[in-house]
């Protein structure tokens, strides 16, 4: 067996370099290519559907460099892929960071927003890129930011400015900063990578001979919590990405899996069968002490989630005869029963705001997500594929990740919280696993 | 405590349906032949102790089939007969749902073979149940034959 290695995200925002490992090609199905990108490659993205509402907005070129038109591009892409954007063309616009805004020309053109902004690369090999929006209703400006960074941190100054954008225009917080992590299986070869929200930028954090599975993100960002089967079974361990120390978390005998962190990052729920079957119990994130048992049942419980208050965990358990969703407070009293349609009903994920619940449901011999709304226990089909498992919330709880089943390999994908949206995004040369959207970046 | 009274009895019919085997006398079941088949141990590749170590299950089941009794009655009365020697059963299914509740599920599977070996009086210390859910699938297709492979436990002896 080949020992696990970490390498850190020291090397991050790796942007604008060619990947050593892995050769992306790039191709925006809506948008056409991003010229000039160096190509990261074997990622493929494709969106269908649109919003409910979608906000006509110009994204200029930014002047003054060749960045410019990247970190443009960029953008588009960001708000393209949220369906909640209709993108206004700005052909021959030549706008700078200065330049004053004709208003009622882009309210002609059609846009509701005009983002434009220049690019300068500085004596010490910097850019700066400094970023205006303009309102063309109101006629006056929304947004005016000077961002500095080095050449590979472009496209994260990009989707930083996206983020910006959104939320100005939407009044939601964007999360086109954050990040995201799967496992990656090629061949015999499992990688817990970590990547931007969009896909690219991909960074190795582990990499095994034997299975990964379950990685959670800390609510900080600082650290994935996550099953590795290489001591020859299930074993939780707490991986700190910026240094990659990691450390077993809970190794006790048996199986143990299904990691989540506490809302304060204090705590991790996990699942230990130390007992007999799988059973939840929840352990200090910082050195496993303080194992407490949370559920006694003689059947399966497992896949413990935390609600947003951190008060109570949502769970599947068997205890009815078939997997179904539960919760229970941390501090006693009788599980209650969340769903009941269907005789499979697993992994659930609770929304932000902790009002939907996500869960992987079978019907009809097929495996979907679902969203149920906890405050009229509606549910709604999210997706329509034949093998949809691993739903995570985006941060801001807009949009759902998940890993589907497409043309017999396992893909991201990814659709709007309303279901309106979709993509996808293939990667060539291997298998996309158990992907989870992280936390709010910092 | 329904569940409890349910539980009781499924020992209860296994308990039962042991005694019901217990006539089958070792060297019958292994057809004791040349081939050193009847030979107990079970590191050595000609013996029923190596050759029959999987237990199947039915999709999503859990409960040890009537046709496995007797392949795990062999390796419990082994085991109650070596108190030092130490197995482990890792459970499987197949690749069908979420890899967790896979998880838990081989985890069953792996739990229904230890109780029966328990009540031949193997030793809890003898046994460690753990499983690999769907994701180390001994089949790597995706037919019915080939789900049905992989929805097992296996004894993996300890030296």
């Not at chain 1, 229970?328 to 929304?351: A, Q």
């Not at chain 2, 590749?45 to 999709?59: H, M, T, W």
């Not at chain 2, 482990?88 to 896979?102: H, K, L, M, P």
Request: contains cysteine; hydrophobic residues 35%; charged residues 20%.
């Amino acid at each position: 067996m080949m020992s696990p290695h970490s390498s850190g995200n020291r090397q991050s925002a790796r942007s604008f370099l060619p990947s050593a490992r892995i050769w992306f090609a790039l191709c925006l199905a809506m948008l056409g290519l991003l010229a000039g990108l160096p190509a990261h490659a074997q990622l493929r993205v494709d969106i269908s559907g649109t919003g409910a509402q979608q906000y006509p907005v110009a994204i200029a070129d930014f002047s003054g460099d060749a960045a410019g038109a990247q970190i443009a591009e960029i953008i588009r892409a960001d708000l393209t892929r949220s369906g909640q954007f209709r993108l206004i063309s700005t052909s021959g616009s030549n706008l700078t960071v200065d330049t004053p805004i004709a208003f009622d020309e882009w309210r002609t053109r059609g846009a509701d927003f005009i983002a434009y902004g220049t690019v300068v690369r500085t004596p010490d090999g910097r850019f700066e890129v400094k970023y205006r929006l303009g309102d063309t209703v109101k006629r006056g400006p929304l947004d005016g930011v000077a961002f500095s960074g080095t050449e590979k941190e472009l496209r994260r100054v990009a989707h930083q400015i996206s983020d910006r954008i959104y939320e100005k225009i939407t009044g939601i917080r964007g999360v086109f900063a954050t990040r995201i992590a799967y496992v990656l299986k090629q061949g015999n070869t499992y990688e817990l990578q970590i990547a931007d929200a969009d896909g690219q930028n991909p960074q190795v954090a582990l990499r095994s001979r034997e299975p990964v599975i379950s990685p959670a993100w800390s609510p900080d960002g600082s650290r994935l919590a996550y099953v590795s089967f290489e001591s020859g079974k299930p074993v939780v361990y707490v991986h700190q990405l910026a240094t990659s120390k990691r450390f077993p978390v809970a190794n006790f005998k048996g199986n143990n899996s299904a990691p989540a962190w506490s809302p304060d990052g204090s705590q991790l729920a996990v699942v230990l069968t130390r007992d007999g079957l799988s059973q939840i119990y929840t352990v200090s994130a910082a050195d496993g002490s303080n194992l407490r048992r949370i559920t006694r049942s003689p059947l399966i419980d497992t896949e413990p989630v935390f609600s947003p208050d951190g008060r109570s965990i949502y769970f599947t358990s068997d205890r009815s005869g078939s997997p179904q969703i539960y919760q229970v407070g941390l501090d006693g009293g009788e599980p209650r029963r969340i769903t009941f349609n269907g005789g499979y009903n697993i992994s659930p994920r609770i929304s932000p705001d902790g009002k939907t619940l996500l869960t992987v449901t079978r019907r009809d011999g097929a495996y979907r997500i679902v969203s149920l709304n906890l405050t009229n226990n509606t549910e709604s089909f999210l997706t329509a594929g034949r093998d949809d498992q691993s739903p995570s919330f985006a941060p801001n709880g807009m949009q759902v990740l998940y890993a589907s089943v497409q043309g017999g390999r396992s893909v991201l994908a990814g659709v709007s919280s309303d279901g309106r949206v979709r993509q996808t995004l293939s990667i060539l040369n291997g298998e996309i696993r158990e992907p989870t959207w992280g936390p709010f970046s910092k | 405590m329904k569940a409890r009274i349910a539980k009781a009895l499924t020992i209860a019919a296994v308990a039962a349906s042991l005694a019901a085997c217990s006539s089958v006398s070792l060297d019958d079941q292994a057809g004791a032949g040349a081939d050193g088949s009847g030979i107990l141990d079970p590191f050595n590749p000609q013996s029923i102790l190596a050759k029959q170590r999987s237990v199947y299950f039915d999709f999503n089941g859990y409960t040890v089939s009537e046709q496995y009794r007797s392949l795990v009655e062999t390796h419990g009365k082994y085991l109650a007969s070596k108190p030092q020697q130490r197995v482990v059963i890792e459970g499987n299914t197949d690749a069908r749902g979420g890899s967790e509740y896979n998880l838990a599920l081989g985890q069953r599977r792996a739990e229904a073979v230890r109780r029966m070996l328990t009540l031949i009086g193997v030793s809890d210390t003898q046994v460690e149940t753990i499983s690999f859910g769907k994701e180390k699938p001994k089949a790597l297709g995706d037919s019915d034959a080939d789900y049905a492979e992989n929805r097992r436990a296996d004894f993996n002896y300890k030296r």
